[in-house]
């Protein structure tokens, strides 16, 4: 449990960290050029107040998780994201090129179907468009173009990340209940398959046999003949289920969008690719450089897509994709004095701290950023590219670890929760089989002995001998339709374990205090019941984090409490739902009472309450 809240808080810094870093230096990259044309201070201003809107709304509205992408509100705040966008642009129309993208990043995560995806590419279009009366180079307009497109995908990568990681966290029914109660459809289909026509069967042949003693022997031999085969059968069935129960199952994969984010990385790096290409063609005066450019980006991103990214990767080869990757930022930039023509130099910041040990790489890191804004100074390069160089080297080296370490979060949360699931389904299994073992295997057993006995014995005894074997048969028969449609007599003890396992496979911190009591079989019964049916709405209904199970017993009164912080009081009401009807109707059976509803305390509860002195005198 430690270890998987520790990866989910880790999850969620790592992904606000991130897209505050990068979404805060888009901003200061705009604000920038904003002051670099001279604007007077109200303009200034209102740039801030602008710039802060837009980071406000990305932050605060599009990357929170638990926001409805499809709701009302959001599609407001699209709609004051394009007024933010577009609006300043007659005042700052060169400046506020860049902004579009978390326009274009937003439109990917609100609007529907393809509709989104034709919105993506006219906003992220609009700043290159926006520039074509201003004569630029066609080699800078391509550069445009792809910068906006990458850009838009990661603000639309980045803003997933928070979400992405929620809704891992709350992947519960399909990890634990779903799993859990495949395993008891099975277990109720086997046993009505494989043992329920037996029983029948040997019900029938009890009863007619027992008619036929004394008076038609020989046909009263064959029925009992043919009941101690269809009981040692039924036997063997039985511990063949049983012995299949006690096998671990896999409880099945959780679906995780790693595929989602794999491809994302891939079309960001291959993008940033593209765009350092285009940049070192800038003041092009010969096709050496654009070409240095492209195979830098081309060898930096097959490392760090073939290697550096990768899960599992020895760290011999890591360290080497690592000195890779540094030999094709480095050596161009050095040879050519240019430090555009070093591919993607924040990938190999981004690599060192993939690669290197925690305080090392981040260390590391920021040597990469603070070089690439050295070297552009020491070559002479105007202020500004120095900025752009240190804000563009931070932003590449974090989206790429950011993307690359949450895909490993991803998987290694994923694998935590199957193996939380596989052991839920394997104390569920095992119960199975021991229930099985319990119910039918000393009935089977006797039916057995009993049948041989009547054969061998005179009509009376063996009558007699039928009799038993009749009653056993229809008890077994009760048992196995009690047990397949879960009516069986449950046991507190029990469904409180099996309760624990469910809620740790889903990820839900359990608390449980029990007061030692003995307590009358119908209100275990009754309590075990009202705790399988609150365990599953939990699971199936809310979004819980913590959960209470709490059992107080009195003199006259047993009291069990069900609290779980997963429900706003806004979001459900008092006793709703028919399985919550079906449990009041169980406990006032017994002259207690139920209650299910928010608290005070903003968590929901429910509580059966069952008097034990009522209970005694039945």
Sequence with gaps: MALRQEHSSVSRRLAYVVITVVFANYLLNAFL??????????????????????????????????????????????GAMALLVF????????????????????????????????????????????????????????????????????????????????????????????????????????????????????????????????????????????????????????????????????????SAPREGVTKLLTTVVIGYGVMATLLASYDMTSLVEPAVAATSSAVIGALVLGV???????????????????????????????????????FLAGSALLVLPRWTGWAAFGAVVVSQGVLQAVWGFPATDVVWGLIAATNHGLVLYALTRLRSMVTELQEAREELATAAVTRERLRFARDLHDLLGYSLSAITLKSELAHRLDPGRARQELTEVLEISRQALADVRSVALSYRELSFDEETRSAQALLSAADVEVTVRMDAAELPTEVNVALATVLREGVTNLLRHSKAEHCEIVLSSAPHLVTMDIVNDGIPATERKSGDGSGIGNLTTRVRALGGDLHAGPTPEHTYRLRAEIPLAVTASR
């Design 308 to 346: 550096v990214s990768r899960p599992h990767v020895r760290p011999a080869l890591g360290h080497a994709a690592l000195a890779g990757i540094a030999l094709c930022v480095y050596v161009p930039q050095f040879v050519f004095q240019d430090p555009f023509l070093g591919g993607v130099p924040g």
């Design 87 to 254: 609006a300043p642009v007659p005042f700052f129309p060169t400046a506020w090129g860049g902004m579009p993208v978390f326009l274009a990043g937003s439109c990917l995560l609100v609007l529907p179907g393809r509709v989104r995806w034709f919105a993506f590419v006219a906003v992220a279009l609009a700043n290159p468009a926006s520039k074509i009366a201003y004569g630029i180079p066609t080699g800078v307009m391509a550069y445009y173009v792809a910068s906006s497109l990458t850009a838009g995908l990661a603000v639309y990568g980045l803003s997933r990340l928070p979400s992405l990681v929620l809704r891992l966290e709350n992947a519960r029914s399909e990890v634990a209940d779903l799993a859990v109660s495949r395993e008891r459809l099975r277990f109720s289909r086997d046993l009505q398959d494989l043992v329920g026509v037996s029983l029948a069967t040997i019900m029938l042949k009890a009863g007619t046999a027992r008619r036929m003693v004394g008076e038609q022997t020989d046909r009263a031999s064959a029925e009992i003949t043919r009941i101690i085969g269809l009981s040692r059968e039924a036997l063997t069935d039985v511990r063949a289920v049983a012995s299949s129960y006690r096998e671990p199952s896999p409880a099945g994969e959780v």
């Design 33 to 78: 050029y904003v002051l670099e044309t001279g604007a007077t201070p109200a303009r200034i201003t209102g740039s801030l107040a602008c710039l802060f809107s837009i980071g406000y709304l990305q932050l605060g509205v599009f990357s929170r998780p638990g926001t409805n992408p499809r709701s009302g509100t959001a599609h407001l705040a699209l």
